[in-house]
């Protein structure tokens, strides 16, 4: 009988890791090569140059003309779609037989939409939760009633 490898993505915006669970009692594992991150900038360290200017559609007045997008969420949500790429791979090559995600809620929306039809069928569990900087021991009472690790 095969067993059933359960993966757990642990993300926010700027890091992410896999850990394995391959049945009650196992623990958790670390995967190898599937530990991501970035550094973490605010919209001020990446965009630096000053807002452009417009004129007013009525009178002579000019005004400031912000960005349309967040340059920081942006850069977070390529980040988490290169995770989700990722993941897609791995469940094709068939590394793993259910996904559980736990991550910032951010993170979360951003991977749902990125997350191919292939890794959505596999998902089991979403907690919108931080837990990338808890160490490993300290995440299976996070996932009690989801996996029995």
Sequence with gaps: MKKTVTWILIADGTQARVLENTGPGKGLNAVRDLDWSIVPLQSQDIDSDRPGRSFSSVGPGRSAVGPKTDPAQLREAE??????????????????????????????????????????????AELDKDLTNLPTPQLDKHFDGIIAV
């Design 79 to 124: 980040f988490v779609k290169g995770v989700a790429a990722e993941l897609d791979k791995k469940a094709r090559a068939g590394a793993f037989d259910r996904l559980v995600i736990a991550a910032a809620p951010i993170a979360l929306g951003n991977l749902r939409k990125a997350l191919s039809d292939h890794v959505k069928k596999t998902v089991v």
